[in-house]
């Protein structure tokens, strides 16, 4: 049974003061929903109530509606799928709408929950409770009256929890602050507080339509850009170098045009004609270098391909750097102005790249790819710097140039060369959005697959960078095109490992951990020591006295102080042996042999810090994928809940990268390293952040943390200790939040492994 209840809240009559309680408006049953759309009752006794058939199922609610007012929606379902999004059209008169509508995304079983605002009288309401076919059963559905001052608490608090524009304000300022906005834009303050309110709420994914967040963007008009670059004191040349081989024409008009169209005045056009065979092509270079004394063209007597063509454009180049442009793709008019405006901010820059995005056979923009700062072992695992690449000109001539025998990932063996001379603060990450790649047909842009030999040229280049630095190091093809591993060595004396698993009571969760760690770790040079918090259980007790008795990797060692995750680890550190330290919580199991080779092998590398591995909830879809810095105001978990199977946001859930943070659910660093930073905080962070806290000042003492998803395990996360539920757990957790803003502050905002588009709302890399 469901019931769907609209309340409201009514003054208690025996007291005197502003007390107030729920009263049901309305009750109705499971009876109340009809189904009008691609949904079906599934037979009694299946583990599922009903059936979405397609991707538009549709349920009606035509009595009993909610009032006009502030509304709370409860939902919880369960359902078949990695995610779902419910979504609930309301119809005032004039049938349901889009414009009349809103969603929220739903986790299996937990109940979800959201403010909407209903204006006047309804005729219906619709409800869809999923956008794909899948097996749900609706366990939770409640629609609440509320009063509305506590909307407007709720609202607030929202807010100030969420919103990245009210981030650590006091909520007693967020509406007459909404107000004053709203007075000075001419609209509703409840139009605008419920248009934040959404962003905290909506779960976009990758798909989300782009042209309406374009739409919402803005760039500096020309006359603007023009008086800034007037006023700069430098303004160097910059050569764009296009190879050209029998492009299509217009597409190459395009192309040469978007240059014409830079707002920054100081470029040179440098163009190889790679012996193109259609002779049209050779009349349109003519056109355009008699059209633009800026422009130069070589004709190539014979076709050497694209690399020996790059080279012919680059002997052109009299600019103090070059800009590598495809002769089909297209420049945004202020990407130079970006280019000369980060240059001025750092003056000794190398190499500038910027984000980018595809342009489909009909011009639309799609498939926007927002990147990361300065991240090498993601440029190891995939040319992720590639559009708009800007580079010195003496640095790309010193290296060589373009290297034939790399075509189809000549700008992966030349980033992973010219990078290797510069340190990172020369390596600058313009986050916007400048160059339009074109995915026509047959292009690498349209599917990865298209030419297959891209992939071989880049391992080449791989392993080519590697040769000489670390020449044990195996590089492999990755799980998808252009991706790469490598499987890094390890010491000639392996090191031992000591993994610290705190733990107090529950047998039940303890043993299958520490058991399935001994049978599936393939790692030799281990130990496991268990620090045992205050058990009393008789049987985990014998557990553990058992364990360490039949395993002499096994120890366990008595904490008899209140729980304080970080002074048990800390203690746990004082007495390993190990050269390296992992975190390791109760409710971890390996899934693969080679886990804990894979993260020693990372962690043993010189530069590198805190490794993490790749953690799954039992149903198999993503539990950690890395830490995110900034998600809910301190940190959140990289697609969490997308499904095991799932590439990630541009491939990154099948490569090894560099991520600010990892959890302490699972993580590696070397002991000196630990007691560099001074371990865990036991003093501010007993329970949350530790692990952040940690990984921050690992990196600050100048390591780079780093994530891998060859290491993969389960977590039954948090099962031991329970839920934040209690006024106790909740005013900790508030307050350990709260120091981490205190202590790191802008630092959250700024992730450097993400990308400032993209959201801290959500843990999906949706669009801010």
């Not at 595809?358 to 799609?366: C, H, I, P, T, W």
Request: aromatic share 8%.
């Amino acid at each position: 049974m469901i019931a769907i209840i609209a309340k409201r809240f009514v003054k208690h009559s025996r007291l005197g003061t502003r007390s107030w309680m729920w009263k049901p408006w309305v009750v109705q049953g499971v009876e109340a929903l009809q189904s009008i759309g691609q949904i079906r009752r599934l037979e009694p006794g299946q583990s599922w109530e009903w059936q979405a058939t397609g991707d538009d199922s549709q349920f009606l609610l035509s009595r009993g509606l909610p009032l006009p007012g502030w509304q709370m929606l409860e939902v919880a379902m369960q359902h078949d799928q990695p995610s779902v999004v419910l979504k609930l059209y309301l119809d005032f008169g004039q049938g349901f709408s889009e414009t009349c509508s809103f969603g929220l995304a739903l986790k299996s079983e937990a109940v979800t929950k959201r403010l909407f605002y209903v204006p006047k009288l309804l005729k219906a309401v619709r409800l869809d409770p999923m956008e794909h076919e899948g097996r749900f059963t609706l366990t939770h559905l409640r629609i609440a009256w509320l009063s509305p001052w506590f909307a407007h608490d709720r609202l607030a608090e929202r807010l100030v929890t969420m919103h990245h524009e009210w981030r650590g304000r006091n909520k007693t300022e967020v509406l007459p602050r909404l107000r004053r906005q709203a007075r000075d834009k001419g609209v509703h303050w409840r139009s605008l507080a419920l248009k934040q309110y959404e962003e905290t709420l909506e779960h976009r994914t990758n798909g989300y339509n782009y042209s309406r967040w374009l739409e919402g963007q803005s760039e500096p008009s020309a006359a603007h850009v023009h008086r800034v670059i007037d006023a700069l004191p430098r303004k160097p040349l910059i050569s764009v170098l296009v190879p050209v081989y029998n492009p299509r024409v217009a597409w190459l008009r395009e192309c040469l045009d978007s240059v014409l169209a830079q707002h920054y005045p100081h470029w040179e056009l440098c163009i190889a004609d790679d012996a193109s065979t259609d002779p049209e092509v050779r009349l349109v270079l003519a056109e355009y270098a008699n059209h633009d004394s800026r422009i130069q063209v070589v004709y190539r007597e014979r076709n050497g391909h694209i690399c020996a063509a790059s080279n012919s454009a680059l002997a052109l180049a009299r600019g103090e750097f070059v800009a590598l442009l495809d002769h089909d793709d297209r420049l945004a008019p202020h990407a130079l102005f970006h280019v000369v405006e980060a240059l001025h901010g750092h003056s000794g820059a190398g190499l500038l790249y910027s984000d980018e995005d595809k342009l489909n056979v009909a011009g639309e923009r799609f498939e926007p790819h927002f990147k990361p700062q300065w991240n090498p072992d993601l440029l190891l695992a995939q040319n992720y710097i590639s559009h708009l690449g800007v580079y010195r000109t003496a640095l790309v001539r010193e290296v060589g140039g373009f290297r034939e025998g790399f075509e189809g990932s000549q700008d992966h063996d030349l980033v992973l060369r010219v990078t290797a001379r510069l340190t990172p603060e020369q390596i600058v990450h313009i986050p916007h959005v400048l160059y339009h790649w074109r995915a026509g047909e047959g292009s690498t842009a349209a599917t990865s697959h298209a030419k297959d030999y891209t992939s071989k040229a880049g391992l080449k280049a791989v392993e080519e960078s590697l040769v000489n630095l670390v020449p044990d190091a195996l590089v492999m093809p990755g799980d998808f095109p252009n991706t790469y591993r490598v499987r890094w060595p390890l010491p000639k004396e392996a090191p031992l490992v000591s993994l610290l698993i705190p733990t107090r009571d529950r047998v039940e969760i303890l043993r299958p951990c520490v058991d399935a760690i001994l049978e599936r770790t393939d790692y030799s040079p281990l130990e496991v020591l268990i620090l045992d918090n205050q058990s009393r259980c008789p049987e985990t007790l014998a557990y553990m006295k058992t364990v360490s008795t039949r395993d002499d990797r096994v120890r366990v060692l008595r904490w008899d102080q209140p729980f304080n995750y970080s002074a048990i680890n800390n203690f746990g550190a004082q007495y390993a042996r190990g050269e390296i330290l992992g975190l390791v919580n109760n409710d971890i199991e390996p899934i693969n042999r080679d886990w804990l080779c894979e993260m020693v092998r990372q962690v043993c590398r010189p530069g590198v810090g805190c490794v993490g591995a790749k953690l799954y909830y039992p149903d198999d879809t993503i539990q950690h994928g890395g830490v995110i810095l900034g998600i809910g105001g301190v940190a959140g978990h990289a697609h969490k809940y997308s499904s095991r199977n799932s590439p990630g946001y541009f491939s990154r859930l099948h490569l090894a990268h560099n991520l600010s943070a990892v959890t302490g659910a699972c993580l590696l660093l070397r002991k000196s390293v630990f007691e560099q930073v001074g371990g865990l905080d036991e003093e501010h962070l007993t329970v949350a952040f530790n692990d952040v806290d940690l990984c921050l000042r690992v990196r600050e003492a100048g390591y780079r943390n780093l994530w891998t998803p060859y290491a993969e395990l389960y977590h039954h996360e948090s099962v031991s200790r329970g839920a934040e539920d209690s006024p106790a757990k909740l005013a900790r957790a508030s307050a350990e939040a709260a120091y981490m803003r205190q202590t790191w502050g802008a630092v959250l905002d700024n992730d450097p492994a993400y990308n400032p588009n993209l959201t801290l709302i959500h843990e999906d890399f949706s669009l801010r």
